[in-house]
Structure formats: C-alpha cells, structure tokens
C-alpha cells in the first residue's frame, strides 16, 4: 500500500489559488468535445475548459515543462490540441505528448498566427516570411509583394478559404494570403487604422469580424467578402488590444488583451457582446484589501498598476468567496493606499483615505455609501488601520508629507474621534496592524519612525501595552500580516516568516513556495485559510492568481502506467478537488468511442500485477461507476465534494477500465493508471 486516506502532513506554503485562465493564455475551439480549451505557461503550465458556464481547470495533465508554447490550435486530423513552442506538443484528451520538431528556418518571435483548417496548415508571418507547420515540418517561403512586419489583426477565413490580415502600423489595408502568395484585396468602408485588433469568423453568420485594437472607438466590424460593415452593439468587451478571439459553436469568445484587463469572458453572438465570465481584478500595488466576516468574503479596492507615466489608479470593487466577483458600481474615487478593515458598529467595511484624499466610505456588501464626520483625520498613506476591539475601526499614525503621524482616531459609527491614550505608541508609518478576533486586540509590529523598527504593542480598545519585540525589523513594505484562523496566530511572512501567539514571536521555515509577490494579505475566517494578492508586474500579464497559504493544497497526480496496444486510457479532473466543490468530476479518455468503461474510486492506492503489463493501482474497498463513452471517446464521473473542511488533506484514487477488445492486452480491456487526487485548498 502506497497511502492512506490522509496525506502526509505537510509544511503549510503559499500556493497559486486560481479561478480561471489569464489574460495572456492561448484560446482553442475544441469542436469534437463542444468546448473551449485555454492553455497558460506562465506563472505555471495549467490546462483550462470552458463548457459554456464556468471555467475547469484540468488537473493530472501534466506538465510542458520548460517549453513556453507561442502558439495553440485544435488539429482535425489528429482530433487534439497541439501547441507549438520549442517543441510540438499534443493534447490527446488526457496527456501531453511531446514531440521534436525541425527549426522553422527564421525567426517566429512576434509573429502573427492563425490555422488554415482546409489545408491543415498553421500559418506564421513574422513580416517577411511565412512559415507554416503541417505537423511534421515546417514550409517557408519569402513571398514578395509582403504586408510587412506590422501588428495587424490575424485570421483564418473558412469560407473563401484564406488567411487574412488587416490594418497594423498607421495602415486600414487588408491582405490575403492563399499558401502561396499575398493579395492585395479591394476594400469598401474599411474601419480605419489600428493596431492589434482581434479578427476571427463567425461560422454562425459566415462574416470575419473585427473588434478593438487601440483606435477609438472600440467598435465591432464585419467583413463579408470585401465589404465592410460597423454592427451597432448594445454592449462591448470595452477597450483592449491583442485580445484572443475563437468561435465556440455558438459565437465568438474574446479573453483578455490588454494590462488594464484581467481575464474576463465575453461572446459576441446574435449581434451583440455578452460578458460570460467577469475574470479577476489585474495584479496591482497598494490596494485596499480586508476581510467582511458578515458576508465571508474578501473585499479589494482600488490600488495602482504600471510605472512612472504608466501608473494607472483604480477605482474597482471586487469581492472573493469561492470565486471572484467584479461589482460594477460607483463608489470611491481612484486611489491607493487606502485603508479598509471591518466596524463592527456599521455591520459594514470601512474605507478611508489613500494617497491625498480624507474621505470615509463604507461598503454593505451590495454598494458604496459615503459618510460624513464632525472631525475629518489628516490625509496619510501606510497608516495602522484594523478593527477596533471596542467596536468601529482604529486609526493610528501613517505617513503625511513630512514626518511620520503619531495620532490615534475611532471610527464610532458616526463619525471620527480622535483619543490620546497613555502610554501609546511614537509617531510611525508603514507598520503592521492585525485585529485577532480570538484575543479581540490589534497587533502592531513594525514600521518606521523614521528608523525601522521592531516594536509590537496591542490594543485592546482601552489602552495600548508593549509586548515583546519582533526578532527583525519589519514593515508592510517588505513583508505582509494577517490574523491565520487555523492556528489564531498573526502571520508574519516576507523575506522571513514569523508567528505571534500573543506572548512570543516563533521563527518559521523561510518561504519556499509561490514566487509572486504580494503587497496585501488577510485571514479568510470561514474557509480557515490565508489569502495573498499578487502585486502588479509590468513584464507579465496573468490572471489575478491568489496565494493561498496552506499545508493542503489542491492537487492531482498519476500513478503507475496504464497497459493498451497504442495510448492507454486516462483520468483527469474537471475542476479544482476543494471542500464545496459541488461541480467536480473526473474525465476519462477511453480512446474509444461507445465502449463501455468502469470508473473505480477508493481511499488507498496499491500495485498489483494482473498479467499482460496490467496493474491494479487501488487497494480495497472502492466504489465503481459504469457508463459508456461518449462520440469523443471520454467517460464522465460526477464526484461532489461536501462543504466540509474536515475533508481536507483526504486522498481519493481512481483508475478506469474500458472494454476495448481491439487495443486490449487483458481479456479484452484496456486500462488506466492511477490518478491521486488530494483535496485541499
């Protein structure tokens, strides 16, 4: 026996915790399994499907390694998704196989792709040479005339049967390449110049529709033939540039394309834009970020993204539970470096300041309400701001223009008071203030005043008390705090790692896990967990992946080999194993269509000889489910995981069986390896 139920326990680490693919991830029609793949290689190689709802990640794929695909379509011929990078890469439904493949004889860097479906050729234009992939070499040819290098709007045209390319670099031309030449096509009310916009065919209509691109207005186009004509939308995807677009059975998906968008989802269909998935809010600096333990979820506002003349402040509202959700609703101003905690006598989130504005505003959960106060505090940035253990929200300190503050004010529910305890704390800024519920005081350790400091005093709503000081020197700009519910200690992780237990700070192992860094964290006080934002990257453009601190992490792993005469049968998951995972289930790849298939589930992994090169990989008991596979040859099993958090850390492993008498080794079926699926976070 390999396991057990439990897995070994672990060293808690922060972990990617992510919803769904990012900005920057490759878009494939999957039209044999009516559903849309997403492929990401950054931070980390994750295999996405969109079933017309929500997004599934697909666990126990594997891995492309150290290969970063530039390029992803869906091959007819070979019925499986194939990515291209340093290597080919194929996808047959339950593995990535990986394959050799000659140098295209030029560089592909910045290139425009699209696939020629009829031909079933890739197309690459570099802006001097095409190259083209027919899955086993590359055809490269110097076409002259040439469209140039330009970042134009990219296609496959199925109905007249050619590759199409339009605008790009100040031009509102439009090519056609038919394999072996570029053609120059007559156009009639062309939509203008621009860069970068999304081209792809609506098989519903038979028209090659364009959207976005960085001219204004960002409107929808249609191309029919070589007319031109502008769809008036009642909706749009907003603007973006270099989107991804794919036609999915129904219209045509558009994700991601620019650093001001995080993700989100939207089908054109019927002639308008429908928003489907509201993705995640981008990575970002200095957001307002708490957590409401009246509605269990945390709440992110505002902060900044970009550099210098780049910097963008924001001025969004998202909540995350389970999932994100974007509130597109008025509220507070742009800004960062606001404060956001928890008052209790308001039953809602209280929201002040950030860099030049004295404003309070408070959050119910559904809207933004400004409030009004007889005394308004100074303006500061990096100030303690936490629930107060009497009720409402402490204030203490922060940065102003000059000097570190050293005042102290209540939130009470009408307003701002300001107090003057003895002792108190001196004047400080960028230091760490954490409310722990259980003790019902604030930890603050750290800051500067101005030198770096590695004080800790707590507040219990009545009067301040020094307790013992930090082993280091500490503030919020190198590392982050928060209350951990499944200890009740405040965490203290960055460069190093440390635990409050109210009497002493205890050394923990160094950070060793997620590299993304992450200027916000809090307590998730209902899933008894810890939650981390990424902070904005200028050289990367991903979905916004939380951290989530953890000694279980969500997960999914094979097992031993499977046994058939060509690709054995294989099980991933369609979603992420986590407590309340109501949606969750296995999918086995057959590799053959209509045969009957046994599904076998249980709690302890083993390795059993069966004869032929066939292994049994569970030991007994189990639970088995039997269900023919479907035209696209996959078998799927429902496995609902209870809300409990009791579950976490339990290990299940499943392995399939499938009547293939053709492609059998052992009495007429093939067989799967074992897929270990551990339930987590």
Known sequence: MLAGAFATAQTAEFAHLATGPGAGCLLVADPLRDRVIAL??????????????????????????????????????????VALGTAEHVWDGVRWNTFGMPAPGTSLTNSLKAHDSHRQRHVVFNGVDVAEW???????????????????????????????LYGGHGMDDLWSWDGSGWTVLQLHGAPGARDGASFGCDAATGRMVLYGGDAAPHATWAL????????????????????????????????????????????????????????????????????????GETVLFGGSSGYQQTRQLHSDTWTFGDRWRHHAIPGPSPRSHAGLAWSAVDNAMLLFGGAGA??????????????????????????????????????????????????QWRWNGSGWQQLAPAPMPGPRHAMHAVHDPLRNVVVMV????????????????????????????????????????????????????MEWDGTTWTMLPPPAGLAVAGPRASGDLRRSRVL????????????????????????????????????????????????GAATFRLATATFAAGAPTLVAIGLQSGNQALGSG???????????????????????????????????GIELFAQAAVLDPPRALLAGITMSDALRVAIGD
């Not at 931070?43 to 794929?61: F, H, I, N």
């Open 446 to 497: 750290g800051g500067y005043s101005p030198y770096p400091s590695a004080e800790t005093w707590e507040w219990d709503g009545a009067a301040w008390a020094p307790r013992t000081a930090c082993p280091h020197n500490t503030s919020s700009r190198t590392e982050r705090a928060c209350y951990r519910p499944e200890n009740a200690r405040v965490l203290l992780e960055g460069t190093l790692r």
């Open 358 to 407: 004295t404003d309070t505003w408070s959050w119910n959960g559904a809207a933004w309400a400004q409030r009004t106060s007889p005394a308004t505090p100074p303006w500061r940035t990096e100030m303690a701001f936490a629930p107060d253990p009497g009720g409402g929200v402490l204030m203490f300190g922060g940065g102003a223009t000059s000097s570190p503050l050293g005042d």
């Open 40 to 81: 990401e290689s950054y931070p980390e190689s994750r295999l996405w499907e969109w079933d017309g709802m929500v997004w599934a990640q697909r666990l126990g794929a594997g891995s492309l390694g150290s290969s970063v695909p530039f390029t992803a379509f869906y091959d007819a011929g070979r019925r499986a998704l």
């Open 224 to 295: 029919a033939g070589t007319l031109w004509t502008r769809i008036t939308t009642a909706h749009d995807a907003g603007p973006r540039a270099g989107a991804r677009m794919v036609f999915d059975g129904k219209g045509l998906l558009l994700i991601g394309g620019s650093a001001t968008q995080g993700g989100e989802l939207w089908r054109f269909q019927n002639g308008d834009w429908i928003e489907l998935d509201g993705g995640t809010p981008v990575p970002r600096n200095d957001p307002a970020w708490a957590w409401d333990p009246a509605r």
């Open 134 to 164: 027919d899955g086993a070499q590359w055809h490269l040819t110097s076409p002259i005339p040439s469209p140039g290098y330009r970042d134009a709007a990219f296609a496959y045209d199925p109905v007249h049967r050619r590759t199409l």
């Open 614 to 648: 066939c292994n049994l990989w569970l030991a007994g008991p189990w639970v088995t489910s039997v269900s023919v596979a479907s035209a696209a040859a996959e078998v799927t099993t429902p496995l609902p995981i209870p809300a409990s958090l009791a579950l976490r």
């Open 532 to 579: 981390r934002f990424p902070m904005h990257d200028a050289s990367i453009q991903f979905r916004s992946n939380l951290g989530v601190f953890t000694a279980t992490a969500a997960a999914a792993t094979r097992l031993g080999f499977g046994c058939a005469f060509g690709p054995a049968p294989g099980i991933t998951t369609v979603g992420r194993p986590s407590p």
